[in-house]
């Protein structure tokens, strides 16, 4: 079988036996096994992003009470930017575990899948840590 390829030496595009395939660069999203890759560094990533979102919700926790007490109204805006990376983030690693994931020519499925799972659980854990302090919080200042 031959496959039309582009060659350094001869220019132009010329038939090749498959074994003699194109060259892709070493790191490349075209490749799937790269993508699957990025899908677990991604939700690495997403799970440290998700660990400092859970320190910002559940630091001044009431159990008692059940309330997250907090005198900082700022910590309601850091506890917001952190839940919008984990999401991006953990949504850019269940993207790229999915596209890679069925894919013939993947040679590390469980990379992919991996990645997909990680950025699905990041997502759901996200959603709910900022739902419990949306619900639960309550601001302690000074004149309130």
Excluded at 121 to 144: K, N, P, T
Aim: net charge positive; aromatic share 12%; glycine share 8%.
């Amino acid at each position: 079988m031959m496959v039309a390829c582009r060659s350094r030496r001869t220019g132009p595009v010329e038939s090749v036996p498959v074994y003699r395939r194109c060259k892709v660069a070493k790191f490349s999203f075209r490749r799937y096994e790269d993508q699957a890759k990025a899908s677990v560094a991604l939700g690495i990533v997403a799970c440290v992003s998700l660990l400092a979102q859970a320190y910002m919700v559940f630091r001044h926790v009431d159990l008692q009470q059940w309330v997250i007490a907090y005198g900082n109204p700022s910590r309601r805006y850091l506890v917001m930017i952190t839940t919008a990376i984990s999401l991006l983030v953990a949504v850019a690693a269940l993207g790229l575990g999915l596209n890679s994931a069925g894919q013939r020519r993947n040679e590390k499925p469980m990379l992919s899948w991996a990645g997909f799972f990680m950025g699905a659980g990041i997502i759901c854990l996200a959603i709910i840590f900022y739902m419990v302090f949306h619900l639960r919080s309550e601001f302690i200042g000074i004149g309130s």
